[in-house]
């Protein structure tokens, strides 16, 4: 059997799509900045001209998911990362975008086999969007993060490594990374139940 877990460094180049929704740009503009951050600063040339990322802009977030299915179903990227930010106004327009854009983008992922990161911002005011886009911190950064960790995971499980090769090639923990403290302090039998529960 063998354990799986996506790394942040990747021998072979990654691609990554990315769509952003225009809708709320003051905010979506400042995620993308951040997504783009995270993925320069792990390796990836985020050109527009280069060869690693492609980026597509929307109206706003209920197109998102309909571009997301169709760029992961062409199978260019190892990921596709949706930016969006839906703001609560006084109708209840937030309720049908924010829960058509939710369920379009997990149904890509479904759909294609590809990871579709959900970086849609959904919050009741501008301020606390801004709060999340950079003014305390930057989600942004946070779903480039999570698109490098599913894209390395998915290539791994797709090559179909087996827990030999995996092991012999001295990079896998047995446990998650987040969870390897429990080596020193859990007791080894408990250990083993938490490996066997994956
Ligand atoms: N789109 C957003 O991305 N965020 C919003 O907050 C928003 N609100 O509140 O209306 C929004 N609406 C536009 C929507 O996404 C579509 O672009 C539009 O309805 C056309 O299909």
């Known amino acids: 059997m063998a354990v799986f877990e996506g790394t942040f ?11 952003i929704g225009r809708f709320n740009d003051l905010v979506t503009v400042k995620l993308l900045e951040g ?3 995270c993925l320069k ?6 050109n527009p001209h280069g060869t690693q990322v492609d ?3 929307v109206p706003g977030s ?3 998911a309909l571009v997301a299915r169709q760029m992961a179903a062409t199978h260019r990227y190892d990921a596709v990362i949706c930016l969006g930010a839906v703001i609560r106004g006084q109708t209840p327009h937030f309720d049908y975008v924010s829960a058509e854009v939710a369920k379009g983008i997990a149904a890509a992922g479904f759909q294609t086999g590809v990871p579709v990161i959900f970086g ?8 606390q969007a801004l709060e999340r886009a950079g003014i305390k911190s930057n989600h942004g950064w946070n779903y480039a993060m999570n698109a490098l960790e599913m894209a390395s995971l ?7 490594l087996t827990a030999q090769n ?9 446990l998650p990374v987040s969870h390897q403290f429990l080596e020193t302090v859990a007791p080894a039998d408990s250990v083993q139940n938490q490996v066997s529960g994956y």
């Open 9 to 19: 460094t990747q021998d072979t180049p990654l691609r990554f799509a990315i769509i």
């Open 35 to 37: 997504c783009q951050d």
């Open 41 to 46: 600063r792990h390796g990836i040339d985020v």
């Open 55 to 57: 980026y597509v802009w």
């Open 62 to 64: 209920f197109e998102i």
């Open 120 to 127: 849609i911002l959904t919050v009741d005011t501008m301020q």
């Open 154 to 160: 998915m290539r791994q499980i797709n090559s179909g």
């Open 166 to 174: 995996y092991a012999g090639a001295g990079v896998a923990p047995v």
